[in-house]
Nanobody, 119 residues
């Protein structure tokens, strides 16, 4: 059974930091992974993504503040978020491209983890 599980969300004060983690399991192989977020009243948007070759891509709002990293052996990615502002408040979702012998490559989403930035 394929699973994509996020962890590390919570409540943090403005200017603070959080580290999110996402682990993918249950497939034969894992390729690109990324973090997305959905703020209240807004559409889901890309925050950062990373390939197995460790190439990264960031949204403009994430550049300079967030860092995505990856442990290929564990099929796990991390998102280090610094200098958080209330505008970063959202549910953060992890997406993974996973290969299963039965169906080939497919995208799988985690259940999301809430990040709240507030004093």
């Amino acid at each position: 059974q394929v699973q994509v599980v996020e962890s590390g969300g919570g409540l943090v004060q403005p200017g603070g930091s959080l580290r999110l983690a996402c682990a993918a399991s249950g497939g034969f192989d894992v390729n690109g992974m990324g973090w997305y977020r959905r703020a209240p009243g807004k559409q889901r948007e890309l925050v950062a993504s990373i390939t197995t070759g460790l190439s990264t891509d960031y949204s403009e709002s994430a550049k300079g503040r967030f860092t995505i990293s990856r442990d290929n052996a564990k099929h796990t990615i991390y998102l280090q978020m610094n200098s958080l502002t209330p505008e970063d408040t959202a549910v953060y979702y992890c997406k993974a491209l996973i290969f299963r012998r039965e169906v080939g490559w497919s995208e799988y989403w985690g259940q999301g983890t809430q990040v709240t930035v507030s004093s």
